[in-house]
C-alpha cells in the first residue's frame, strides 16, 4: 500500500490509472477507522479497479468547542486496517497541504444544511462540503463511498456533487451496528463504560419511531411523541432532535405518506451522538411492486 501525503502526488497517480481506464474508488474518512469504515471499503474494492482511503482530521469541520484536539488518531492500526483490506492509496494530507496559506474558498450547500446537524453545529457543513469538494479534485474518483449513518452528511454530498458538476457517483452504505443496536461511529470510543450502556438508547427510540409507522401511524407529530417515549425510559440522556423528516429534501414531515428518514441526536453528557432509519410505509411498498 503506498501512502500519499501530497496533493501534487495525489493527482498524479489518480491521472495515471485514469489514462489506463482504471476505475478509481474512494472511501474518505477521519480514521479511527471501525467495522463501518471496513464495510465501506469492501464494497468499494468489489466495484472499483483501485481503491483510495484517505485519513485526514478535518479542523475545518470542527466548532471552537468542539473535539479537534482530542479526536483519535491511531494511524498505524488504521494503515493496519487499510492494508488488510487491499487499499491502493492511503492519502494523509497535512493541514497545510488541504489549507495552505492564503486559503479562502467555502463550499456551502445552504438548504440541505439548514436544520438538524447544520444548526446544532453551524460549523460543520460548510468545512465538510469544503473538504470533500477538495479531497474529489485531489483524488478524481470515479466512485465515493459515505455511510448512511452521517445520512445529512451524505445527502449534501450528492447535492454538491450534482451542482457543482463533480462527476463522481456517489454511494451511500447502510449503517454497521453493535450487537446491542449503537450505530459504529469513531466518536463511541469517547464513551465509559456507563455512558457505553445507555447509548444503545438512540437506535432503540429510532426502531420505536420505525415501529409506530409500521403499525400504521402517519401523524409526524404522534410518531416523535412515541420515539420521546420509548427514550424516556432512559437515564441520563438529552434529546438534542428525533425527527421525522422527508428523505430527500430532510424536511419535517408532517404525515408520512411514503417514505421518511428519522433522524435523532442525543447528548450523554458531553458527548453527542447521531443515528438515523430509512422507513417505507408497508402498504405504499406493495403497491408499488405490484
Ligand atoms: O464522515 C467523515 O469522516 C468526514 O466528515 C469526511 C467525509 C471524511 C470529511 O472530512
Known amino acids: 500500500m503506498k501512502i500519499i501525503r501530497t496533493s501534487r502526488a495525489m493527482t498524479s497517480w489518480s491521472e495515471r490509472l485514469r489514462r489506463d481506464g482504471v476505475i478509481i474508488g474512494f472511501v474518505p474518512t477521519m480514521g479511527a ?6 464495510a465501506l471499503i469492501r464494497a468499494a474494492r468489489l466495484r472499483c479497479d483501485a481503491l483510495v482511503v484517505s485519513i485526514f482530521v478535518n479542523p475545518t469541520q470542527f466548532g ?5 484536539t482530542r479526536y483519535p488518531r491511531p494511524i498505524a492500526k488504521d494503515r493496519a486496517l487499510c492494508r488488510e483490506e487491499g487499499v491502493d492509496v492511503c ?4 493541514a497545510e497541504v488541504m489549507y495552505p496559506e492564503g486559503f479562502q474558498t467555502v463550499v456551502t450547500v445552504p438548504e ?11 460549523h460543520h457543513f460548510p468545512g465538510v462540503a469544503t473538504v470533500v469538494t477538495k479531497l474529489f479534485g485531489m483524488v478524481r474518483p ?4 459515505f455511510g448512511q449513518k452521517d445520512y445529512q452528511q451524505a445527502a449534501l454530498v450528492r447535492q454538491l456533487v450534482k451542482d457543482l458538476n463533480l462527476g463522481v457517483a456517489i454511494e451511500v452504505r447502510p449503517t454497521v451496528r453493535e450487537a446491542d443496536g449503537l450505530a459504529m461511529s469513531s466518536r463511541n470510543v469517547y464513551l465509559n463504560a456507563e455512558e457505553r450502556m445507555i447509548a444503545p438508547w438512540l437506535s432503540r427510540a429510532l426502531q420505536a419511531g420505525k415501529q409506530a409507522i409500521e403499525e400504521g401511524l402517519k401523524d409526524g407529530k404522534a410518531i416523535e411523541r412515541s420515539m420521546l417515549k ?7 440522556i438529552h434529546v438534542e ?9 430532510l ?13 435523532g441526536a442525543i447528548l450523554i453528557g458531553s458527548i453527542r451522538l447521531i443515528d438515523n432509519l430509512l422507513v417505507t410505509v408497508p402498504g405504499k411498498m406493495r403497491r408499488a411492486r405490484g
Open 251 to 263: 424536511e419535517p414531515l408532517t404525515r408520512v405518506v411514503h417514505r421518511a428518514v428519522i433522524l
Open 241 to 249: 432532535y428525533l425527527a421525522l423528516c422527508d428523505p430527500d429534501s
Open 230 to 236: 420509548a427514550i424516556e425510559q432512559a437515564p441520563a
Open 142 to 145: 470515479h466512485l465515493a463511498l
Open 33 to 38: 477507522l471501525h467495522d463501518g469504515h471496513r
Open 64 to 68: 471552537p468547542r468542539e473535539d479537534l
Open 112 to 122: 440541505i444544511a439548514r436544520r438538524w446537524e447544520g444548526e446544532a453545529r453551524p
Open 91 to 94: 492519502f494523509e494530507p497535512t
